[in-house]
């Protein structure tokens, strides 16, 4: 006859195997979340050079609308529907900013979710006057100093704007001597820029990634940061007067891409402590490109997408367009002598 026998207990793991086991889980994490992390930024990046490519597409409609003719970085609009005159612009510009983004979006040719970037908080950098919306930043203030949702005033302008242009390519709007002098410029006016002027258009930028934090790109008055995400990226030098283009005398040469080895670039932990980057005679405005993606040099660091003018994109470190001069031979957006040339 059999006997019942009591069923043997499973053996149970002791103290030391369970923390072995606990120390591979812990150790196989930390191997893996790096790599998961860098796939995941590689991602962003990919669809931040999917944007572009929606936008390129957009422009291109714009440019056969438009006889060849590229569109302002920004202008002011006579009321608050978006009308406009480019050649008699309030210089008070009560009703904020037409920027290039809505040339785009507000005829159809794109959302204007297309200029946000996953890289980037929110997607992007929030208007200069961002209204009634909530895409408001903590610590923002409009052009009239107010630091909430308010019905004064509004930009015509993509919500979150991760991207900018080159301002040789995308004019500001200074196209009178009247409007130039009225706000500090000298006599030279913006132009606006013809497809065809542009020589080498595989090599030449026409937009790219603001840097990823607003505030670097933004104006400190007082404690409260005014968005500057309406302006393109001047990336020239001139000899005689600096960042300050609008000032050098309309015959005099010498427009460069700066000094070698580094063309006025700053380090990424120096950036990351300064503000102004749009609007600091110190500092040149080239800074305010993105150096948010993987890769990049060990000086700058990180990389950025860059779109060109024949619409292909590519993506690498700021200080690789300037050593390549690949921002254009020309201001071709401002009047008087524009090349571009070696340091004279």
């Not at 393109?232 to 609008?246: A, C, K, L, R, W």
């Not at 040469?253 to 300064?274: M, R, V, W």
């Not at 031979?329 to 070696?342: C, F, I, T």
Request: with cysteine; proline share 6%.
């Amino acid at each position: 006859m059999f006997q019942n026998r009591p069923a043997r207990n499973p053996r149970a793991f002791t103290l030391i195997e369970l923390l072995i086991v606990i120390s591979i889980i812990a150790l196989l994490i930390g191997i893996l979340l790096p790599s998961l992390s860098a796939a995941r930024k590689q991602g962003q990046a990919v669809k931040c050079a999917a944007a572009m490519h929606d936008i390129s597409t957009a422009m291109s409609s714009y440019l056969a609308d438009w006889n060849g003719t590229y569109p302002p970085s920004y202008i002011y609009p006579s009321d608050t529907e978006a009308n406009y005159d480019f050649y008699a612009q309030n210089a008070a510009h009560p009703f904020g900013y037409i920027h290039w983004s809505w040339f785009l979006y507000s005829k159809g040719q794109v959302g204007d979710k297309a200029f946000q970037c996953p890289s980037y908080p929110r997607g992007g950098a929030p208007r200069t006057n961002p209204g009634q919306s909530d895409n408001w930043e903590t610590g923002q203030a409009d052009q009239n100093g107010a630091a909430g949702p308010n019905n004064t005033v509004e930009d015509a302008q993509a919500v979150r704007m991760a991207y900018t242009g080159n301002a040789a390519i995308f004019p500001r709007n200074k196209f009178t001597e009247e409007l130039s002098s009225a706000e500090g410029g000298g006599q030279r006016v913006n132009l606006f820029t013809q497809e065809t002027k542009i020589g080498d258009t595989g090599k030449t930028i026409l937009i790219t990634e603001f840097n990823d934090n607003w505030r670097n790109i933004g104006v400190d008055q007082g404690g409260s940061i005014l968005s500057k995400s309406h302006r393109s990226i001047n990336p020239f030098t001139h000899i005689g007067s600096g960042n300050d283009e609008y000032s050098a005398p309309p015959q005099a040469p010498g427009f460069t891409y700066g000094d070698a080895p580094y063309y006025g670039l700053l380090q990424k932990e120096q950036l990351d402590q300064t503000s102004g980057l749009m609007n600091n005679p110190g500092i040149a405005e080239i800074n305010a490109v993105g150096r948010h993606h993987p890769g990049g040099d060990a000086y700058t660091g990180g990389t950025a997408n860059f779109l060109y003018a024949d619409s292909h994109v590519e993506k690498k470190s700021v200080l690789q367009t300037m050593m390549n001069w690949e921002w254009g031979l020309y201001y071709y957006s401002l009047s008087g002598a524009n090349k571009v040339g070696p340091p004279w």
